[in-house]
C-alpha cells in the first residue's frame, strides 16, 4: 500500500514561520500530485496549496504570498513552508497525494490517499 506521513507541525508565535513535510512510501509507481489541506475545528477541509509532478503549484487565496508548496520528487516529499502565519492559520493540516501504485499481482491502479494530519497553532 501507499502511505504518507507528515511531520513539522507545532506551536508558533504569530508572525513566525513553520515548515511542514509529507512523505509518500509503499509501492508506488508515480505520483501525479501533492496537496496540503487544512481543517480548522468546526470547519470544513479547505485546500490550500498543490503541487504537480511537473511543478506546477496552485495557491488558495489566503496563503498566497504567504505559503509556499515545494516538493523532492526523488524522495516522494511535498514541503509547506508557511511564514508570517496567523491565528487564523490554526487548524490540522493534512497531505494528500494522487498517483498510480503497483498492485499485489504486478499489475496498476490509481490511488488518492490521505496522511493523519499534523497540528499548526498559531498562537502567542
Known amino acids: 500500500q501507499v502511505q504518507l506521513v507528515e511531520s513539522g507541525g507545532g506551536l508558533v508565535q504569530p508572525g513566525g514561520s513553520l515548515r511542514i513535510s509529507c512523505v509518500a512510501s509503499?509501492?508506488?509507481?508515480?505520483?501525479?500530485?501533492m496537496g496540503w489541506y487544512r481543517q480548522a475545528p468546526g470547519k470544513q477541509r479547505e485546500l490550500a496549496a498543490v503541487?504537480?509532478?511537473?511543478?506546477?503549484?496552485n495557491y488558495a487565496d489566503f496563503v498566497k504570498g504567504r505559503f509556499t508548496i515545494s516538493r523532492d520528487g526523488a524522495k516522494n516529499t511535498v514541503y509547506l513552508q508557511m511564514n508570517s502565519l496567523k491565528p487564523e492559520d490554526t487548524a490540522v493540516y493534512y497531505c494528500?497525494?494522487?498517483?498510480?501504485?503497483?498492485?499485489?499481482?504486478?499489475?496498476?491502479?490509481?490511488?488518492?490517499?490521505w496522511g493523519q494530519g499534523t497540528q499548526v497553532t498559531v498562537s502567542s
Open positions: 503541487i504537480t509532478s511537473g511543478g506546477s503549484a
Open positions: 509503499g509501492s508506488l509507481l508515480s505520483i501525479n500530485s
Open positions: 494528500n497525494a494522487v498517483g498510480t501504485r503497483f498492485t499485489g499481482w504486478g499489475g496498476r491502479s490509481d490511488f488518492d490517499i
